[in-house]
């Protein structure tokens, strides 16, 4: 059986060793349940058991391009249904234009895409992980929800293969 790990994406400056990552970094995913803005939920045990790349980010102006910037780079990454997940964790309570940026995300997102939208509408998930605001930050976690690596630049297709990377290496033997 394949192991997967979650990699969580919250961005600020560059790929850091998990020894020179902040201190008020979560080391492990915390636990919580999220639904995409179709109602699904989804839990931290199911990033943890497949893995995850996961963008930290909130729905405000200043952080519109990071949002862009690494969904169009999680996107550069080959497909893998065994694979870590793709996932963008939205913090609502960021955003002064909440209904409009809902209705919007509604539209627009499909649940076939590769990328998952998770939203964190009390932003609790983003201050369990130890991520700021108005950021954009991107934590690797291997399988078991432990943090491995961390990316605070913006998103490019290298970082997310980096990242992807990290991910994988934290697996362990394949």
Do not use: C, H
Request: net charge neutral; aromatic share 4%; charged share 20%.
């Amino acid at each position: 059986m394949a192991r997967a790990s979650v990699l969580v994406l919250v961005s600020v400056g560059a790929f850091t060793a998990l020894s020179d990552a902040p201190p008020t970094l979560a080391p492990t995913l915390p636990a919580f349940t999220l639904s995409d803005p179709l109602g699904r939920s989804f839990t931290d045990t199911q990033l943890s058991a497949r893995g995850a790349i996961v963008v930290v980010t909130a729905p405000t102006l200043s952080q519109g391009d990071a949002q862009q910037a690494w969904s169009a780079a999680l996107r550069t990454l080959e497909p893998g249904d065994a694979g870590p997940l793709r996932v963008m964790l939205e913090d609502m309570s960021q955003s002064w234009f909440r209904p409009i940026v809902l209705g919007k995300m509604k539209e627009s997102y499909k649940p076939t895409s590769p990328l998952i939208l998770l939203l964190d509408e009390g932003g609790l998930v983003r201050k369990a992980l130890g991520v700021g605001e108005v950021v954009t930050v991107a934590l690797a976690f291997a399988p078991g929800g432990k943090l491995v690596a961390v990316e605070t630049s913006a998103g490019t297709a290298e970082r997310a293969k980096r990242l992807l990377d990290a991910v994988r290496a934290g697996e362990g033997p394949r």
